[in-house]
């Protein structure tokens, strides 16, 4: 191996027994020179190497045991200092937060995406997590892939061969197996399973944390709330009929439904024993191709308890190599530790040394983040894009991005296309005008997605209810954080399109929705804040309180406490006079490709509608992720004005100094995100509750910089418009 560190797993096992970190100690190759320190203070004695994250709440923890934020800040400065001196900081993530009762706190998620925020790499079990957690970190995600409990060499002692031979002559015997703690949802799970199964029984073994004196009377359900040593489990998992495995998504734990680590579910199919568990994306994607019954986590698991107790057999089960999947998944943190402690770069900036650097948000480490569609939607895809357009496809997968459309890549004989699919009750008239603007865009040298026209000349396809356009496939990726070339880039660009379209004839007429959004109706804006604080409040009373609900009704309610003097207030201070005129109506990072610092695609037009420029150009120049993300973002702003105005200098001075304000006044007046998740939740709703939390940063801290915004805005009207088109000219 390149380097000379170790790989420090921070966990105190041995002395606290861990049946994961017994399997990664048993299975890790000598090469990746595995050690454990309990704590972090204890790599200031070892050589520097990496330093590997699991389960983090014990290390930011009080001496009376309390999380608290004081300690979650101590605890990533250590990590900070330890990643200056040279060690490389990895987070293998089980679960995003402490899973032992309680909604997080503002110290777990301090914690949580404080570590995601340092880490060099993330490593995930499940593709499945790897797709949430690439909206969350900017590291580069590896997937590593699970194992389960392996079969120990020891004799299985006479209680648990006696126990198998109860549960292997019981009929239709389900196995409940482990630490039953309040997550596992004990209680209900034996209730579901006395209501829905005839002649099952229930063996239910391991430690429990409530009491089950209540379930005392039933006869088939049997409880044995003693540990088993992970290495005995094996014999009864092949025992029994089927393993219940199940997960609470309710309160604390909702996030589960995003990201889990099912370890009980993992053993199960090691062992072959089929899987009765809710339908999470993780689980679905590890017993793939496995015997299972999958339930909706809002039903419980009575249904597939039920149908399992008609279905089960005990015919051949196929077993999975345990020990094999270990040796997988220490090869990649063998490779893993190759590149990290050879000072190679994954995917983004080295960051050490390099606090100016504005760091990149890569993709995961995998082609997997899109979706393989079947069924009926991708035959009619398909047959729409043979019959309309000539084209044969392939493959066709399904992307993780878009609110208001469905999007796919279509693989086809000779090329790659991108296909959007409009839902019912789209103007599709408006959304040709869009792709036309797009069109315009192009023939004028910037670099905008082309769509092709089907073999009646038409940009969107509307001969069968699903309509769709196809566009060439574009190169490069998101970034979601710029680099000062990139802002460059991507302000000059935004130039040329408002020259361009200030021509349009469009742009002559009247803006009614400027003259609308000038007056916000402040009444309406508090109703809907006191509806969705009184969805919440309801969720409350039903016990129903998840982690974003706690935040909701934070930000909710500060930002109704915001309205009644900072709207009206900023509103008259705006220039009466502002440009008017077509724009591309949502201009911002995701809606941009990059190949290295060039900007290689401008993409999702709108329609041709006037509206003020300055809200173009401010949405772009303070994006929410770069104002709370970047601590240079009044530098960045900077840039890409500059780089505007050269290539648009006809813009007027008033326009650049109220684009700051528009954009606050913007993010003020809207509920984008969190409104749809209580009322009408979007296609990634999971994307839109964190803008929202984002966007409402992003208003703080425009507010208390609100004097240097404007300072900087004026500054920037009194000089000379120069950048990249008159550089050379200065």
Known sequence: ??????????????????????????????????????????????????????????????????????????????????????????????????????????????????????????????????????????????????????AGTSAVPSQVRALAARIAAAPGSVLMLGNLTAYKGLA?????????????????????????????????????????????????????????CPYRTDGPWEFFTRLLYPSSVGTAVGFGTPVIAPDLPAVAEMTGGHPRWLYTPDTGPGPALALAEAEVNRGPRHTVDGAGRWRAVLA??????????????????????????????????????????SGNAADRIASVLAERYGLAVQDLVQLPIGQGTVNYRATCTDREVFV?????????????????????????????????????????????????????WMPGQVVTELSTAQYEQAGHALGRIHALFAGLPASAEPSAEAEKWRHVDLSGLVTTIDALLGVIAQRAADGLTDAFDIEAERTLTERRAMLPQIIPKLLTELPRKMTTQVLHGDYSPVNLLFTGDTLSAVLDFRPPEP????????????????????????????????????????????????????????????????????????????????????????????????????????????????????????
Not at 86 to 100: A, E, S, Y
Not at 427 to 450: F, N, Y
């Open 332 to 373: 990649a943190y063998e490779q893993l530790a190759q590149v990290l402690l050879a000072g190679v770069t994954i995917g983004s900036p080295q960051v050490a040394g390099e606090a100016g650097m504005r760091r990149r948000r890569p993709r995961p480490l995998s082609n997997k983040e899109t979706r393989q569609v």
């Open 420 to 472: 959007k699919t409009y839902p019912s009750g789209t103007d599709l008239c408006k959304e040709a005008e869009a792709v036309e603007l797009s069109e315009l865009a192009h023939r004028h040298g910037i670099p905008a997605a082309t769509a092709l026209r089907n073999r009646s000349g038409q940009v969107i396809d509307a001969t069968t209810p699903a309509a769709l356009s196809v566009w060439e």
């Open 1 to 150: 191996m390149t380097g000379t560190g170790r790989w420090v797993v921070i966990s105190n096992y041995p002395a606290w027994p861990s049946p994961y970190f017994a399997e990664l100690e048993r299975h890790a190759p000598p090469r990746l020179r595995l050690e454990f320190a309990s704590h972090l203070e204890d790599l200031d004695r070892r050589p520097t190497g990496v330093v590997n994250l699991h389960r983090l709440k014990r290390l930011y923890r009080e001496p009376d045991g309390s999380r608290t934020l004081a300690a979650a800040e101590t605890m990533l400065a250590r990590l900070s200092a330890l990643r200056r001196t040279g060690w490389r900081v990895v987070w293998t993530v089980h679960n995003l937060f402490p899973i032992d009762g309680g909604p997080p706190t503002e110290a777990d998620r301090r914690v949580a995406y404080g570590v995601l925020r340092l880490a060099d790499a993330v490593i995930a079990h499940t593709h499945a997590d790897a797709r949430h957690l690439a909206m969350l970190t900017r590291a580069p995600i590896i997937i590593a892939g699970w194992g389960g409990l392996t």
């Open 611 to 730: 509206f003020l420029l300055a809200y173009d150009l401010g949405r772009m120049a303070f994006y929410p992720n770069t104002v709370t993300g970047d601590p240079n973002w009044q530098d960045a702003a900077r840039t890409l004005i500059t780089a505007y105005r050269a290539a648009n200098p006809a813009v007027p001075d008033a326009d650049i100094r109220a684009c700051g304000r528009v954009a606050l006044l913007q993010l003020l007046g809207s509920l984008y995100g969190v409104k749809q998740h209580y009322l009408k939740p979007g296609l990634f709703q999971d994307d839109l509750d964190e803008f929202w939390l984002i966007r409402h940063r992003t208003v703080d801290t425009m507010l208390r910089h609100l004097p240097e915004t404007d300072a900087l805005l004026e500054d920037l009207t009194t000089r000379p418009p120069y950048g990249l088109d008159q550089q050379g000219e200065q």
């Open 188 to 244: 209900t799970a034996v209730r579901a399973f006395a209501s829905h199964t005839q002649g099952a029984h229930l063996f239910v073994v391991g430690p429990a944390r409530e009491d089950v004196a209540e379930f005392g009377g039933m006869d088939r359900v049997h409880f044995h709330l003693e540990r088993i040593s992970p290495e005995h489990a094996h014999v009864l998992y092949r025992a029994a009929d089927a393993a219940l």
